[in-house]
């Protein structure tokens, strides 16, 4: 299984971006999905996730400015970012729950990060 994360660069505050993340390879069922970001000298922290129905949830901070999305048939995460602020640049990480079986256990698997970099 392999996810590939596209969609970031920079933009200057009040932008907008969206990123994208693909799996691909031996997919039985998708879950979760969901991204996380990790700013430099930060922890990595939950930025938005979705489930298998479309319930959504936000971390507080982005409520209201980021929409987490879904396309089943391309197991493919969108994250589209509306304005944008300095303090939401970071390293963002896609997330997605898979099985790879019908009989294997879901797994929880991690794209390689695309940089956003939010400045004037």
């Known amino acids: 299984v392999q996810l590939q994360a596209s969609g970031g660069g920079l933009v200057q505050p009040g932008g907008s971006l969206r990123l994208s993340c693909a799996a691909s390879?031996?997919?039985?069922?998708?879950?979760?999905m969901g991204w996380y970001r990790q700013a430099p000298g930060k922890q990595r922290e939950l930025v938005a996730t979705i489930t298998s129905g479309g319930s959504t949830n936000y971390e507080d901070s982005v409520e209201g400015r980021f929409t987490i999305s879904r396309d089943n048939a391309k197991n493919t995460v969108y994250l589209q970012m509306n304005g944008l602020k300095p303090e939401d640049t970071a390293v963002y990480y896609c997330n997605i729950e898979i099985r790879t079986t019908s009989r294997a256990n879901y797994y929880f698997y991690w794209g390689q990060g695309t940089q956003v970099t939010v400045s004037s």
């Open positions: 390879g031996r997919i039985f069922s998708i879950n979760a």
